[in-house]
């Protein structure tokens, strides 16, 4: 992990560089695979499925009996922890739920605007170094509260052709209406284009790597809507020094073993601060399960050190982090300082693991830079917000000058003659 001491703001862009992908050759290989799959359906997903995951399968689809079995076979443990989860999550995003509301803008002029859920989504879940069962909870959720009448969902197959009991056992839970054993490009192009297996889909979700994300990037361009761009996951902590190293070096480690292409990033006030979580992250990496992922990520990654909070906090908002950590004294006066970030998280006992897990926020977020723009899922994110309007003949005749004025100012003249006609 570099350390990088009171920096000028000219290099902050420089320095604040996600790792660069070369997207042309990387573009070719998945156009290659989703022109397959939509010309050959099933039969190609089947033949990338045995080149990609090493697995050979006679069916796509999971059936009934097989979800039933893994949920079963689940420990009470894991399933209460699962369904604990599950009701916060719920609940937070039920709230998000907003009644309709008639808004009279004129005498005898009503107008209102209600969601509408998205027929029919498509949700990719990673299952390759590690089956983010989580996922389908943080999306599966939100798409059943927003009224979503067709939920697909789709991870890779391990090497004995199933996917992992949790897997199943949350998408059992959130009424997931159908469940295939597809990975990467071919299962983001199947929900794009439809098989004879599985169906077509009108919106995309889910996290994955640099394929899964490019796929679903050429697949928008082509009319199937996504939640969002999205890139390798990230975190940054913004610390000062009553912030507790281990604490910080934990935080930084758990987003680091996602994969070698995370990134993490600490911003701090304090040189001493960041020479301890230096020797944390060394000690605490050392007994990790996954820490060839985390080592490999933490070259890509970086501690600035700053003069003073609101410069640290200035940065932040240059990098505009999928996750922000305030790890400093006076956390919600900071946070209110705070404009660009996909999710944050206040104080010393708030882990990222909380928001990824079980708090209730949702964890599928804008990375890359994205959330300078974009916002993190949500059921918002499941629907479509129709607005209406209806007047009466008193209505038109209060605001029939305003429309033919506007209209004939414009040289549109069969617009105002829809109003004139009516009077």
């Given at each position: 992990?570099?350390?990088?001491?009171?920096?000028?703001r000219?290099?902050?862009?420089?320095?604040?560089q996600?790792?660069?992908?070369?997207?042309?050759?990387?573009?070719?290989?998945?156009?290659?695979?989703?022109?397959?799959?939509?010309?050959?359906?099933?039969?190609?997903?089947?033949?990338?499925?045995?080149?990609?995951?090493?697995?050979?399968?006679?069916?796509?689809?999971?059936?009934?009996?097989?979800?039933?079995?893994?949920?079963?076979?689940?420990?009470?443990?894991?399933?209460?922890?699962?369904?604990?989860?599950?009701?916060?999550?719920?609940?937070?995003?039920?709230?998000?739920?907003?009644?309709?509301?008639?808004?009279?803008t004129?005498?005898?002029?009503?107008c209102?605007?209600?969601?509408?859920?998205?027929?029919?989504?498509?949700?990719?879940?990673?299952?390759?170094?590690?089956?983010?069962?989580?996922?389908?909870?943080?999306?599966?959720i939100?798409?059943?509260?927003?009224?979503?009448?067709?939920?697909?969902?789709?991870?890779?197959?391990?090497?004995?052709?199933?996917?992992?009991?949790?897997?199943?056992?949350?998408?059992?839970?959130?009424?997931?209406?159908?469940?295939?054993?597809?990975?990467?490009?071919?299962?983001?192009?199947?929900?794009?284009?439809?098989?004879?297996?599985?169906?077509?889909?009108?919106?995309?979700?889910?996290?994955?790597?640099?394929?899964?994300?490019?796929a679903?990037?050429?697949?928008?361009?082509?009319?199937?809507?996504?939640?969002?761009?999205?890139?390798?996951?990230?975190?940054?902590?913004?610390?000062?020094?009553?912030?507790?190293?281990?604490?910080?070096?934990?935080?930084?480690?758990?987003?680091?073993?996602?994969?070698?292409?995370?990134?993490?990033?600490?911003?701090?006030?304090?040189?001493?601060?960041?020479?301890?979580?230096?020797?944390?992250?060394?000690?605490?990496?050392?007994?990790?399960?996954?820490?060839?992922?985390?080592?490999?990520?933490?070259?890509?990654?970086?501690?600035?050190v700053?003069?003073?909070m609101?410069?640290?906090?200035?940065?932040?908002?240059?990098?505009?982090a999928?996750?922000?950590?305030?790890?400093?004294?006076?956390?919600?006066?900071?946070?209110?300082?705070?404009?660009?970030?996909?999710?944050?998280?206040?104080?010393?006992?708030?882990?990222?693991?909380?928001?990824d897990?079980?708090?209730?926020?949702?964890?599928?977020?804008?990375?890359?830079?994205?959330?300078?723009a974009?916002?993190?899922?949500?059921?918002?994110?499941?629907v479509?917000?129709?607005?209406?309007?209806?007047?009466?003949?008193?209505?038109?005749?209060?605001?029939?000058?305003?429309?033919?004025?506007?209209?004939?100012?414009?040289?549109?003249e069969?617009?105002?003659?829809?109003v004139?006609?009516?009077?």
């Amino acid at each position: 992990m570099k350390i990088i001491k009171y920096p000028g703001r000219e290099t902050w862009q420089e320095i604040l560089q996600r790792p660069a992908i070369d997207n042309s050759l990387l573009q070719e290989k998945v156009r290659a695979v989703m022109s397959e799959v939509k010309r050959n359906g099933d039969d190609a997903v089947k033949k990338f499925t045995q080149q990609f995951d090493g697995v050979s399968l006679s069916h796509l689809s999971v059936p009934p009996d097989e979800i039933n079995e893994a949920a079963a076979s689940i420990s009470p443990a894991l399933k209460s922890a699962i369904e604990q989860a599950a009701a916060n999550i719920r609940l937070f995003h039920e709230k998000q739920l907003a009644a309709v509301e008639v808004i009279e803008t004129m005498p005898g002029i009503s107008c209102w605007r209600k969601s509408i859920g998205i027929e029919k989504v498509g949700l990719y879940i990673p299952g390759g170094t590690a089956p983010l069962f989580s996922t389908i909870l943080m999306l599966g959720i939100p798409a059943k509260i927003a009224g979503c009448k067709e939920i697909v969902l789709c991870s890779p197959p391990g090497k004995d052709g199933k996917l992992h009991p949790a897997i199943l056992f949350a998408a059992q839970l959130t009424g997931i209406t159908a469940v295939y054993r597809i990975g990467g490009v071919q299962a983001i192009a199947a929900m794009a284009y439809g098989t004879a297996t599985v169906p077509q889909v009108y919106k995309i979700f889910g996290p994955g790597n640099q394929f899964v994300t490019c796929a679903k990037q050429l697949v928008q361009q082509e009319g199937t809507a996504i939640d969002m761009p999205a890139g390798p996951s990230e975190v940054c902590v913004l610390a000062d020094d009553t912030a507790d190293a281990s604490f910080i070096a934990a935080d930084l480690l758990s987003q680091a073993e996602h994969g070698a292409d995370s990134q993490v990033l600490l911003v701090a006030t304090s040189e001493t601060l960041v020479s301890k979580v230096q020797q944390q992250l060394e000690e605490q990496l050392a007994v990790l399960p996954r820490k060839e992922f985390a080592a490999k990520a933490l070259e890509n990654s970086a501690a600035i050190v700053l003069k003073n909070m609101d410069e640290a906090i200035e940065l932040v908002n240059a990098y505009a982090a999928e996750h922000l950590i305030l790890s400093c004294a006076n956390d919600e006066s900071v946070a209110e300082k705070i404009t660009n970030a996909g999710s944050v998280f206040l104080g010393h006992y708030s882990p990222e693991s909380a928001g990824d897990y079980a708090s209730g926020t949702n964890h599928t977020l804008p990375t890359n830079g994205f959330a300078k723009a974009y916002s993190g899922v949500s059921v918002d994110s499941f629907v479509k917000k129709i607005t209406y309007q209806k007047l009466s003949k008193q209505g038109l005749q209060q605001i029939a000058s305003t429309v033919t004025l506007m209209a004939e100012a414009e040289g549109l003249e069969a617009h105002a003659n829809a109003v004139r006609i009516r009077l």
